[in-house]
């Protein structure tokens, strides 16, 4: 499981990977531009900014500094979205380098890919908004907490990113049958790929490294029972 994300890391320098962490970087950076100027045009023209000094300028810098902390806590999200268009080609990248006798997998059909990504991002939402009912009574029990969390979390991203692997080499019965043969390293690699979501400046590259460590997982299982 280490030498998955560490051959992964090791292969952050390469071509496919700069350029999927490029291109979502700047459509997120893009968005996100977009969006306070939409913002900066709404409080403007909502009459909201219109109010009696000082209570323009609070409310202002009230819309700013929400807008900020927004910003912070969904660009990660953001990215991560972009950078979903791109991980075939690292998943790509993975096999011709360190696979090369192995067959290539197939691209995904984009409209399969996408169907994909928009479940497993609706499940997300789902199981982290139930997970809240139970997060606020185990706010006195935090490491409970935070079990919770990567386990929900983990789960969920393990059978996303293992899924968009798998695809590309099984159909969609032999992909679900391997995922529940092998689903505690799979829960495991998604565990690993939780926690660093959660590290600042390192989630901007977690969906790269999670693809191309999901590629080692994939390879590793596919040669060993469960």
Known sequence: MISAFTKAIAQLPEREFRRALGISLGLSLVTFVVLAVFTWWLMGNAGLLDWPWPLNYVFEAVGWV???TLTWFLFPAIV???AAFFLEDVASAVERKHYPNDP???DVPIGRSL???VNFTLALVL???VGLLLYVPLMFFPILSFIMFYVLNGYLLGREYFELVALRHLDDEAAREMRRRHSRRIVLAGVV???LFTIPVVNLLTPLIAAAAMVHVF???SVRPA
């Open 66 to 68: 929400v807008f900020a």
């Open 80 to 82: 991560s979205t972009f």
């Open 104 to 106: 290539p997998g197939q």
């Open 115 to 117: 169907l994909v990504t």
């Open 127 to 129: 199981v982290n908004v």
């Open 193 to 195: 790929i939780a926690f």
């Open 219 to 221: 390879k590793r299982i």
